[in-house]
């Protein structure tokens, strides 16, 4: 990466190393394979840079040339233009009421169906668990009762956070209907999206989300959102 960013302050003069490949375009063949020649080449000569670059700062810190091979410095310039960087937030910053993104909870229920009503209620429904050690509408003869509880419930986490929004009734309604309860549907589909996530941390490949991922199984849709 320093070797990469040394070269696009220098020679690539702000661009990244060129890849080599160029896209599918309409071209007759000899045009097409000359302009692939082009790209090559360049991309050749933007490769051995860094690799000049790499070679001295590994001389610069003492590690062997050969940690780093010539076939890793030509991989990795050819997909240089595909990393990203991902600054994730912790849950501590998430969970703290000071530190929350509580711009992005406002800007998200300026639509009151929106996915971010979910996370409301579920920050609600734990509210309610912490104050009551249970979880609203577990027991059927206490539904009604929960349900005003857990709309208190609501009232003072968007309170905490400073937040003026509304929550309709419907959802508070609904989130003590179902009384905790996990349908199997759901959990296989987010236990998938949980091992999807793994697999791109683990092989280091592909973007993962950043930070909390909302699904509303009712509508088919999804968002992510950093909080």
Same mark, same amino acid.
């Given at each position: 990466?320093?070797?990469?960013?040394?070269?696009?302050?220098?020679?690539?003069?702000?661009?990244?190393?060129?890849?080599?490949?160029?896209?599918?375009?309409?071209?007759?063949?000899?045009?097409?394979?000359?302009?692939?020649?082009?790209?090559?080449?360049?991309?050749?000569?933007?490769?051995?840079?860094?690799?000049?670059?790499?070679?001295?700062?590994?001389?610069?810190?003492?590690?062997?040339?050969?940690?780093?091979?010539?076939?890793?410095?030509?991989?990795?310039?050819?997909?240089?233009?595909?990393?990203?960087?991902?600054? /994730? +937030?912790?849950? =501590?910053? &998430?969970?703290? $009421?000071?530190?929350?993104?509580?711009?992005?909870? #406002?800007?998200?229920?300026?639509?009151?169906?929106?996915?971010?009503?979910?996370?409301?209620?579920?920050?609600?429904?734990?509210?309610?668990?912490?104050?009551?050690?249970?979880?609203?509408?577990?027991?059927?003869?206490?539904?009604?009762?929960?349900?005003?509880?857990?709309?208190?419930?609501?009232?003072?986490?968007?309170?905490?956070?400073?937040?003026?929004?509304?929550?309709?009734?419907?959802?508070?309604?609904?989130? /003590? +209907?179902?009384? =905790?309860? &996990?349908?199997? $549907?759901?959990?296989?589909?987010?236990?998938?999206? #949980?091992?999807?996530?793994?697999?791109?941390?683990?092989?280091?490949?592909?973007?993962?989300?950043?930070?909390?991922?909302?699904?509303?199984?009712?509508?088919?849709?999804?968002?992510?959102?950093?909080?």
């Amino acid at each position: 990466m320093r070797a990469v960013q040394q070269f696009v302050e220098k020679e690539g003069l702000g661009n990244l190393p060129v890849r080599g490949t160029i896209p599918d375009m309409i071209a007759d063949s000899s045009r097409f394979i000359r302009l692939q020649n082009v790209y090559r080449e360049k991309a050749k000569e933007d490769a051995s840079i860094i690799s000049d670059y790499v070679t001295e700062i590994l001389g610069s810190i003492g590690r062997p040339l050969e940690t780093i091979s010539e076939k890793d410095i030509w991989l990795f310039c050819r997909n240089a233009a595909f990393l990203r960087l991902v600054r /994730c +937030r912790s849950l =501590a910053e &998430e969970f703290n $009421a000071e530190t929350t993104n509580k711009d992005q909870i #406002a800007s998200c229920m300026e639509n009151l169906d929106s996915e971010m009503v979910l996370y409301i209620m579920l920050r609600a429904v734990e509210y309610f668990h912490r104050q009551h050690g249970r979880y609203p509408g577990v027991y059927n003869n206490q539904v009604e009762e929960d349900i005003g509880k857990l709309k208190s419930c609501v009232i003072s986490l968007l309170q905490e956070w400073g937040v003026s929004v509304s929550v309709k009734d419907d959802y508070i309604h609904e989130f /003590c +209907r179902y009384g =905790a309860s &996990e349908p199997h $549907a759901v959990a296989s589909f987010l236990g998938g999206t #949980a091992a999807q996530e793994a697999i791109k941390i683990i092989t280091k490949q592909f973007v993962p989300f950043n930070n909390t991922f909302i699904y509303n199984a009712m509508l088919q849709t999804s968002m992510t959102v950093q909080l």
